[in-house]
């Protein structure tokens, strides 16, 4: 069930951002809900669910959006495997991980897309990136991470979740 | 449990690979996506759509809240332009019936043939920060072609890039990967524009170019798109004497942050 749960989230989740969340771009920055979701369950079950939740969320985004499939995948995946390894070591009842993990994420998410855009001959000055894009962004994503993380924390423990359907 | 963790690391590694490999064969600009790529993109731009417009709505009605009064302002001055508009019009209707009377006289062969337009509807734009593509609701089934110029009521917007079935990915002429051959339409200097992260367009013109704040700029025969499609105003001119170049930044007609519908010109360039 709980592979399920986490597919549609992932769906709905790239529906929404593309769609309505546009419209909450501040000074045209957005929050990226897809690494709060990763942050989240990287904290709540550990690596094995924040990498394929990177990975398959990565290359949908990189089918629908992307120009070269794998960009969004490469980055959003190895984020979610990095940040995996935190599993075990946090309390998942605080919030204070949400939030710290949230920075972190948007931190190696944005520095490894810069390089992957660099590689690919995009011409991108860095300190435009940090200040512009990855500063406020770091300030959303930890904020708005904190508020989505009691919730999914709430979801992961109910019966719900744990049934299997199979 | 190690060996656990161990199993994932090589897992991730292989998948990077894989992708990298995948980044590296892409990233040429391909032209039609594979089956499952159609197919993926067809079911999620139907379902997007909608909730789209949904957005548009709500962040339109806000704003006409909080700019009640200035709309009343607004309204009495655009009636004034209409009627000044009106008159320009009869006056330029007249002028292009005397100009085909005349190019029938002197067998001038038509250069503009008349192109078709396709409505569409904007279904999503880049989830991420940095880029501007979106995509489109219409694709080869409505004859939608790679590199059709996109056009708002205003200007121009972008091209093709991609086309599926039902739905196409549009690439902005103010995205970083975009340039595009400009001309001066006063005094038809020829440069090329490109956008950047920072979602402005910047031209590149010689040096000896004659261009000022103010000036028209279209698109040049030169380029992808169909001639002479309007594009902006130019901001500012800044001169760059050791690079032998004049920087010209150029403020883009349509409004890209506020775009729903959208119309395709056939007949692109190949």
Redesign the interface.
Same mark, same amino acid.
């Given at each position: 069930m709980r592979v399920l749960v986490i597919f549609t989230m992932i769906?709905v989740n790239?529906?929404?951002?593309? !769609?309505?969340?546009?419209?909450f771009r501040i000074f045209?920055?957005?929050p990226?809900f !897809?690494l709060i979701l990763i942050v989240a369950y990287s904290i709540l079950q550990g690596?094995?669910y924040s990498?394929f939740i990177g990975?398959v969320a990565g290359l949908? !985004?990189d089918?629908?959006?992307g120009?070269?499939?794998?960009?969004?995948?490469?980055c959003y995946?190895?984020t979610g495997?990095v940040i995996?390894q935190v599993h075990g070591n946090v309390f998942k009842d605080s919030v204070v991980p949400a939030i710290l993990f949230n920075i972190i994420a948007v931190f190696i998410f944005n520095n490894l897309?810069f390089y992957?855009?660099y590689f690919?001959k995009?011409?991108?000055?860095y300190t435009?990136?940090l200040i512009?894009?990855l500063i406020p962004?770091c300030i959303y994503n930890g904020l708005l991470g904190f508020i989505v993380y009691k919730y999914l924390y709430k979801l992961d423990i109910s019966n719900f979740m744990q049934r299997r359907i199979y | 449990m190690k060996l656990f963790?161990n199993k994932?690391?090589i %897992? %991730?590694l292989i998948?990077?690979v894989l992708?990298?490999a995948?980044?590296s064969i892409?990233?040429r600009?391909r032209t039609s996506?594979s089956g499952?790529?159609k197919f993926?993109?067809g079911v999620?731009?139907t379902?997007?759509h909608p909730?789209?417009s949904?957005?548009?709505y709500?962040?339109e009605s806000f704003s006409n809240i909080f700019n009640f009064r200035n709309i009343l302002k607004e309204n009495d001055i655009l009636k004034e332009e209409i009627n000044k508009l009106r008159e320009q019009n009869r006056q330029l209707y007249q002028m292009a019936i005397e100009n085909k009377r005349l190019r029938t006289l002197l067998n001038y062969k038509e250069g503009n043939s008349q192109c078709e337009y396709i409505v569409a509807n904007i279904?999503?734009?880049?989830?991420?920060?940095?880029f501007d593509?979106?995509?489109i609701d219409k694709g080869t089934k409505d004859g939608v072609k790679v590199n059709d110029a996109i056009l708002s009521g205003q200007g121009l917007i972008g091209r093709i890039?991609?086309v599926g079935d039902t739905y196409s990915?549009v690439?902005s002429i103010i995205d970083?990967?975009s340039s595009t051959s400009i001309i001066v339409n006063r005094t038809r200097d020829i440069g090329i524009a490109s956008g950047s992260?920072?979602?402005t367009l910047t031209a590149i013109m010689p040096l000896e170019a004659d261009i000022v704040k103010g000036d028209d700029i279209i698109t040049s025969s030169f380029s992808t798109y169909e001639k002479g499609l309007y594009i902006g105003k130019v901001k500012s001119v800044s001169k760059e004497e050791q690079k032998l170049h004049k920087v010209v930044i150029i403020e883009p007609a349509a409004d890209f942050l506020h775009i729903e519908e959208v119309f395709v010109l056939k007949e692109g360039k190949e």
């Open positions: 769906i790239i529906i929404l951002e593309s !769609t309505l969340f546009q419209y045209g920055v957005k990226d !897809t690596g094995y990498t990975l949908i !985004t089918i629908v959006f120009n070269a499939i794998g960009v969004y995948a490469f995946m190895i495997y995996g897309f992957v855009s690919m995009i011409n991108v000055s435009y990136m512009k894009i962004q | 963790k994932l690391l %897992m %991730m998948a990077a992708l990298v995948a980044i892409t990233s600009g996506p499952t790529e993926i993109g999620l731009s379902v997007s909730l789209y949904v957005g548009q709500f962040s279904c999503g734009k880049d989830i991420g920060n940095w593509t979106f995509t890039i991609e990915k690439i970083e990967r992260t920072e979602s």
